[in-house]
């Protein structure tokens, strides 16, 4: 399986909505509900941010916002504030019923 | 709270079987629909999932790691356990272990991870 396709870097000023994408194939985001991000600051594990495409868990910001369209999902993040300056990885479930992850894109708060 | 701990040796020579261990406290590994994954970083890249196991032992494997790995879980000393043979240098990673609830549900709780470094 390979890593589902992900900017290596997108930026933005505070206050400023960024959007960050990840393409995968039929096998697995266009075949699955099963999307979610992650972010992950230096030195630290990963954070689950977004669920089932689209879904938060309890303390994680309404900022934050995840959708998918066909093989592509994409996480949003609103009104961006310094503290989101981290890595971003997408994840899915596969039709073979293994997970998947993107390669990841640093967000930069300018 | 749940927590999740890896340890194991911080040192592999290549060719040799890496082994580490996933030390659960907070929940019972081996009670409801729990699947145990372990998910490595090389320094510097992206994430990559190795494969999961369940709590009654069956298991998933990443396809370009299959042949190489062995997940087991240990109900006695509630531990989750990852074996990776034939190791070289590309092996070289921050390892994490993280449990799902259910097969389709996220990773929702992640272990600080654990350095492994293959070298002579």
């Known amino acids: 399986q390979s890593a589902l396709t992900q900017p290596a870097s997108v930026s933005g000023s505070p206050g400023q909505s960024i959007t960050v994408s990840c393409t995968g194939t039929s096998s697995d985001v266009g075949a699955s509900n099963y999307v979610s991000w992650y972010q992950q600051h230096p030195g630290k594990a990963p954070k689950l941010l977004i669920y089932?495409?689209?879904n938060r868990p309890s303390g994680v910001s309404n900022r934050f916002s995840g959708s998918k369209s066909g093989n592509t999902a994409s996480l949003t993040i609103s009104g961006l504030q310094a503290e989101d300056e981290a890595d971003y990885y997408c994840n899915s479930y596969t039709r073979t019923s293994t997970w998947v992850f993107g390669g990841g894109t640093k967000v930069t708060v300018l | 709270q749940v927590q999740l701990l890896e340890s194991g040796p911080g040192l592999v020579k290549p060719s040799q079987t890496l082994s580490l261990t996933c030390t659960v406290s907070g929940a019972s590994i081996s009670s409801g629909t729990y699947y145990w994954n372990w998910i490595r970083q090389s320094v510097g890249k992206g994430l990559e999932w190795i494969g999961r196991?369940?709590?009654?032992?069956?298991?998933n494997y990443n396809p370009s790691l299959k042949s190489r790995v062995t997940l087991s879980v240990d109900t006695s000393k509630n531990q989750v356990s990852l074996q990776l043979s034939s190791v070289t240098a590309a092996d070289s990673a921050i390892y994490y272990c993280?449990?799902?609830?259910?097969?389709?549900?996220?990773?929702?709780?992640w272990g600080q991870g654990s350095l492994v470094t293959v070298s002579s």
């Open positions: 993280a449990r799902q609830v259910t097969g389709t549900t996220p990773l929702d709780y």
């Open positions: 196991v369940y709590a009654r032992g069956s298991t």
């Open positions: 089932d495409v689209s």
